[in-house]
């Protein structure tokens, strides 16, 4: 899953980004960058990066499987991360959580059909009394939210 054939346009595209970075210190950011550019991390760029700059396969792997910030599979334009920590799940995270399931129409850790979205779960997102917080992308936190937020703040995403 997650694999998509790269273009040569694309090859030489990316070939530039892993030119940018030189030591071997340099392959979280590399691989960060990459990200950006593409998404997500699919095998094809990893194979690429792997050859380009001799690092083994199962090292690149390796990082991008550790640190959640990376992700091996195609993730939607707008990524909702919905907090599930303990004051958020007292004020009903479950219950947010469940209302953006139904609107969205996808589970945990999956990604709409048209790309648009991806959920996931968070533990404390660091504004407690806010509770129950979710955030998508670098909107900002998105406080006290109750199922008719939810549905509104996806109708609005999906207007944009
Ligand atoms: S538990 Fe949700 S922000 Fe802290």
């Known amino acids: 899953m ?9 090859r030489e595209q990316l070939k530039k980004t892993i030119a940018r970075f ?22 094809s760029v990893l194979e ?4 380009e700059k001799n690092i083994p396969l199962s090292e690149l792997y390796g990082v991008a499987t550790f640190y959640s910030q990376f992700s091996l599979h195609p993730r939607g334009k707008y990524v909702i991360r ?4 303990t004051a958020c799940h007292v004020q009903g995270a479950t219950k947010i959580a469940e209302s953006l ?41 998105q406080a006290k939210m109750t ?4 549905r509104k703040l996806v109708r609005e995403l999906r207007r944009r």
């Open 82 to 85: 919905v907090c599930q920590g």
């Open 101 to 141: 399931k139904q609107e969205l129409g996808i589970g945990e850790g999956e990604t709409t059909h048209d790309r648009m979205f991806t959920l996931e779960y968070v533990n404390c997102l660091g504004c407690c009394s806010l509770a129950p917080v979710l955030v998508v992308n670098d909107l900002g936190v």
């Open 2 to 10: 997650g694999e998509e054939k790269i273009t040569a346009k694309k």
């Open 147 to 150: 199922s008719a937020k939810v």
């Open 48 to 51: 690429q990066i792997s050859e």
């Open 22 to 43: 030189s030591g071997q210190g340099e392959v979280i950011a590399l691989l960060l960058a990459i990200q950006r550019e593409e998404g997500f991390l699919s095998r």
